[in-house]
């Protein structure tokens, strides 16, 4: 029996070419004014190259989504570097732009964000590591506010802030649960006043979310001096710019904020560039990295975080609300396996044949196509082929979706790259060249703070109803005031149900969605709303993936995935 290969082995072989010549097939010159080698693989691309694209006509922009996550899992990344290798494959210039990866997942449980097996992004070890410095980047720049804030209220506080009412915490790009809550200050009068404090994962920052939607670098500096930091004790709110932050935490983030370009198995561009999550952010990589993809390819393909729900919700009434991009088609990435947990088999039994479990889950893939049909966007399914599907396994889900009016393509890129998704490319060329695209939002911006938390919760959720105390409500009234009532909403919540419940599987109807806090993020321009168990600082599980990872006698990293 011939042995699989595991993703880092794949990686480690590939045959990767220099990231110029990489760049000659988009037609970036070479020349210091367009980009910024990084090693001989990877590169930034410089803003001033950029802005001269701004009058070039936009490629067409492909999302892809999944249903809702399972430990059997889905592989929206792997899909995504698949399809833009496939529609090379056919003929077609494509980018894929992905996120970053974020270290809390690649040393905790779910791993690295590279994609796997044949359809991977490559350096796999540099991205799922360090990659750019881009989030160490973010995290120094979160942190530098934090330490202004402490500074300025040790040096006599003339702006008044209420240590008792600040909100802004501190940051670490690790999953660190003993970090949610701490105290600071502590060690007598030369080291402040104690108050209490705590961590939020990076990529739940809002710095993170700021320089995921800012257009440019100015843009990034005006967002940042408009972060709330606090209160004073009669309740006004205090801003970065009041403590003269914005100047110097732009300087740690005027590199950062140039998109990473590298590539895939196949050699074809990838831009990686951010990555919040999308279960407690917005999950989608940044503004720039997509427009500057749109303007060098003719198809780019990007991914939003988990499940359609979580996902593509915030991709459209967050990113594309910012930003003025429109997807022309949506992919919506299954597994058999995935399927069949959603219709109540347990992990360990995935590999038998049963019919009755795929039919119960496939209420999970329904709602998801129908969710993401209200956006007006077309849509595609993509069946991540594993090798223990059975032909009527497969047959039973293409029929379900036919009968459903909804293109499908079984893909079997993980094993065969680029070739095992030529007949997904081609139905997404097909439906982005030819299908009626009605783009709309789920909601309007004027609609009031709550509603707007109802209407995702009760047509996206299919909750029953959103319930929160008086205190929330009086806080989003309060935003309202203040005149932040036209923002999107960024639900936090888990992602492995539609609804707050991670063990309801499938298509759960009459919950309820309950909202236990609610931030302002006045730079990012959203209110996140933390609905049930979820926190913006995991925790590591029993066994973490980094008692796996390490170092081998020939230097090599072993243990990522």
Same mark, same amino acid.
């Given at each position: 029996?011939?042995?699989?290969?595991?993703?880092?082995?794949?990686?480690?072989?590939?045959?990767?070419?220099?990231?110029?010549?990489?760049?000659?097939?988009?037609?970036?010159?070479?020349?210091?004014?367009?980009?910024?080698?990084?090693?001989?693989?990877?590169?930034?691309?410089?803003?001033?190259?950029?802005?001269?694209?701004?009058?070039?006509?936009?490629?067409?922009?492909?999302?892809?989504?999944?249903?809702?996550?399972?430990?059997?899992?889905?592989?929206?990344?792997?899909? #995504?570097?698949? *399809?833009? !290798?496939?529609?090379?494959? =056919? %003929?077609?210039?494509? &980018?894929?732009?992905? /996120?970053?990866?974020?270290?809390?997942?690649?040393?905790?449980?779910?791993?690295?964000?590279?994609?796997?097996?044949?359809?991977?992004?490559?350096?796999?070890?540099?991205?799922?590591?360090?990659?750019?410095?881009?989030?160490?980047?973010?995290?120094?720049?979160?942190?530098?506010?934090?330490?202004?804030?402490?500074?300025?209220?040790?040096?006599?506080?003339?702006?008044?802030?209420?240590?008792?009412?600040?909100?802004?915490?501190?940051?670490?790009?690790?999953?660190?649960?003993?970090?949610?809550?701490?105290?600071?200050?502590?060690?007598?009068?030369?080291?402040?006043?104690?108050?209490?404090?705590?961590?939020?994962?990076?990529?739940?920052?809002?710095?993170?979310?700021?320089?995921?939607? #800012?257009?440019? *670098?100015? !843009?990034?500096?005006?967002? =940042? %001096?408009?972060?709330? &930091?606090?209160?004073? /004790?009669?309740?006004?709110?205090?801003?970065?710019?009041?403590?003269?932050?914005?100047?110097?935490?732009?300087?740690?983030?005027?590199?950062?904020?140039?998109?990473?370009?590298?590539?895939?198995?196949?050699?074809?561009?990838?831009?990686?560039?951010?990555?919040?999550?999308?279960?407690?952010?917005?999950?989608?990589?940044?503004?720039?990295?997509?427009?500057?993809?749109?303007?060098?390819?003719?198809?780019?393909?990007?991914?939003?975080?988990?499940?359609?729900?979580?996902?593509?919700?915030?991709?459209?009434?967050?990113?594309?609300?910012?930003?003025?991009?429109?997807?022309?088609?949506?992919?919506?990435?299954?597994?058999?396996?995935?399927?069949?947990?959603?219709?109540?088999?347990?992990?360990?039994?995935?590999?038998?044949?049963?019919?009755?479990?795929?039919?119960?889950?496939?209420?999970?893939?329904? /709602?998801?196509?129908?969710?993401?049909?209200?956006?007006?966007?077309?849509?595609?399914?993509?069946?991540?082929?594993?090798?223990?599907?059975?032909?009527?396994?497969?047959?039973?889900?293409?029929?379900?979706?036919?009968?459903?009016?909804?293109?499908?393509?079984?893909?079997?890129?993980?094993?065969?790259?680029?070739?095992?998704?030529?007949?997904?490319?081609?139905?997404?060329?097909?439906?982005?060249?030819?299908?009626?695209?009605?783009?709309?939002?789920?909601?309007?911006?004027?609609?009031?703070?709550?509603?707007?938390?109802?209407?995702?919760?009760?047509?996206?959720?299919?909750?029953?109803?959103?319930?929160?105390?008086?205190?929330?409500?009086?806080?989003?009234?309060?935003?309202?005031?203040?005149?932040?009532?036209?923002?999107?909403?960024?639900?936090?919540?888990?992602?492995?149900?539609?609804?707050?419940?991670?063990?309801?599987?499938?298509?759960?109807?009459?919950?309820?969605?309950?909202?236990?806090?609610?931030?302002?993020?006045?730079?990012?321009?959203?209110?996140?709303?933390?609905?049930?168990?979820?926190?913006?600082?995991?925790?590591?599980?029993?066994?973490?993936?980094?008692?796996?990872?390490?170092?081998?006698?020939?230097?090599?990293?072993?243990?990522?995935?």
């Amino acid at each position: 029996m011939r042995k699989v290969k595991s993703d880092i082995e794949i990686a480690r072989a590939a045959k990767m070419k220099p990231i110029q010549e990489i760049l000659d097939g988009i037609n970036v010159p070479d020349k210091p004014e367009a980009y910024s080698p990084i090693g001989r693989y990877m590169a930034k691309i410089k803003s001033d190259y950029l802005e001269k694209l701004k009058d070039k006509k936009n490629g067409k922009l492909i999302l892809v989504t999944a249903i809702t996550p399972t430990p059997a899992g889905e592989g929206k990344t792997t899909t #995504s570097v698949g *399809l833009c !290798d496939g529609l090379n494959k =056919i %003929g077609k210039k494509s &980018i894929v732009c992905l /996120r970053e990866p974020s270290l809390g997942p690649s040393f905790g449980m779910k791993g690295g964000a590279a994609g796997g097996g044949y359809a991977q992004v490559v350096p796999m070890e540099q991205i799922n590591l360090h990659f750019t410095g881009d989030f160490h980047a973010i995290t120094s720049a979160h942190n530098l506010l934090s330490a202004l804030i402490d500074n300025h209220i040790y040096w006599g506080n003339k702006l008044n802030i209420d240590v008792r009412r600040i909100v802004w915490k501190r940051a670490i790009d690790m999953n660190d649960r003993s970090l949610r809550s701490i105290v600071v200050d502590l060690g007598g009068i030369a080291n402040g006043y104690p108050r209490q404090d705590g961590f939020d994962i990076s990529v739940a920052s809002e710095i993170m979310a700021i320089f995921c939607l #800012s257009k440019d *670098l100015k !843009d990034l500096e005006k967002r =940042i %001096g408009n972060i709330t &930091i606090g209160y004073t /004790r009669d309740k006004k709110p205090i801003y970065a710019k009041d403590l003269k932050a914005e100047g110097p935490m732009t300087v740690l983030l005027k590199d950062a904020i140039r998109p990473n370009i590298t590539q895939t198995l196949e050699n074809n561009p990838a831009i990686i560039h951010g990555g919040p999550f999308a279960n407690i952010a917005h999950g989608c990589n940044s503004v720039i990295a997509t427009k500057a993809a749109l303007k060098l390819s003719d198809y780019v393909i990007t991914e939003a975080g988990f499940g359609a729900d979580l996902g593509a919700e915030k991709f459209i009434d967050i990113k594309c609300r910012k930003s003025g991009l429109k997807p022309d088609c949506v992919v919506i990435v299954a597994t058999i396996r995935a399927l069949k947990m959603h219709g109540g088999v347990k992990k360990d039994e995935l590999k038998k044949e049963n019919l009755d479990a795929l039919k119960k889950g496939l209420t999970n893939l329904e /709602r998801h196509i129908n969710n993401t049909r209200k956006f007006g966007v077309p849509v595609a399914v993509a069946v991540n082929h594993f090798a223990t599907d059975s032909n009527k396994e497969v047959n039973f889900l293409i029929d379900f979706c036919k009968n459903f009016g909804v293109e499908i393509s079984l893909c079997t890129h993980w094993s065969d790259g680029g070739n095992g998704t030529k007949d997904l490319a081609s139905t997404v060329f097909k439906i982005c060249n030819k299908s009626k695209n009605t783009f709309r939002f789920l909601y309007e911006d004027k609609l009031p703070l709550f509603k707007k938390i109802e209407k995702i919760g009760q047509e996206i959720y299919h909750a029953s109803e959103v319930v929160a105390d008086t205190k929330v409500r009086n806080q989003l009234k309060d935003f309202e005031k203040k005149g932040y009532g036209k923002l999107p909403i960024c639900v936090a919540k888990t992602q492995y149900s539609f609804s707050t419940d991670p063990n309801l599987k499938g298509a759960p109807t009459g919950h309820v969605l309950p909202v236990r806090e609610v931030r302002l993020s006045s730079g990012a321009e959203f209110i996140v709303v933390i609905c049930g168990e979820i926190m913006t600082m995991p925790g590591l599980p029993e066994r973490p993936a980094a008692e796996y990872i390490k170092v081998n006698k020939d230097g090599e990293v072993e243990g990522l995935f």
